[in-house]
């Protein structure tokens, strides 16, 4: 089966989700500087999603280099993928919306449940890339190979649990080790594009 097809889809599924995200910014109430900066952590939570949504979709794009075929078992394990992926405009403005009136930090909860969609995404990602592996030759297969050694996605599900559970006592730490994830990952994975380097 031509991967062509399941590129094209994520994508879309992909630019829908940017889309529903940015109409969920509200223009300010009042024609102010002061009530337009009154909106800040809406943006940076935005902001902060969309960042995410794009790295995914830059992983994606390069995790599909080295993948030549696909079958039915990878189109169910991308569509769980985008299940969880697809839940990022919710839990984002969930997360605006549960800011206090006179407060601008966010709520334990919704913060908590944005962990929850960042944690689930994660591991959406793992039987993907294993699926693609064995649809592509197995173990020893030049995708394979190229993941091998990952780092990142050891630390970043310990940095959403972490986070998940201290929402319930300081959101607001969540909320910076949501970033720091972000930026651990917001350089492209990079393993895939040097294998493809180095056997050109």
């Not at 992926?85 to 919704?110: C, D, K």
């Not at 190229?146 to 996605?153: H, Q, V, Y």
Request: aromatic fraction near 12%; hydrophobic fraction near 55%.
């Amino acid at each position: 089966m031509e991967k062509n097809r399941l590129e094209a889809f994520t994508d879309g599924v992909i630019a829908v989700i940017i889309t529903i995200m940015v109409l969920e910014l509200k223009p300010p109430h009042e024609a102010t500087w002061q009530s337009l900066l009154g909106n800040w952590p809406v943006f940076l939570s935005y902001v902060l999603s969309f960042v995410y949504v794009g790295i995914y979709w830059n992983n994606h794009h390069h995790l599909m280099q080295l993948v030549e075929r696909i079958d039915g078992k990878v189109m169910w394990a991308n569509l769980h993928f985008l299940f969880w992926l697809s839940l990022f405009p919710f839990a984002t403005a969930w997360l605006n919306e549960a800011h206090g009136e006179h407060s601008q930090f966010p709520a334990p909860l919704p913060t908590a449940i944005y962990g929850i969609v960042l944690l689930m995404t994660a591991l959406s990602w793992i039987p993907l890339a294993r699926f693609l592996v064995h649809c592509n030759g197995g173990p020893g297969c030049a995708l394979a190979r190229a993941l091998a050694s990952g780092w990142k996605e050891i630390i970043s599900p310990i940095l959403y649990l972490i986070a998940i559970v201290l929402a319930n006592f300081a959101p607001i730490v969540s909320c910076v080790l949501y970033a720091a994830v972000a930026a651990i990952w917001f350089v492209p994975d990079r393993r895939i594009e040097n294998h493809v380097m180095a056997n050109k």
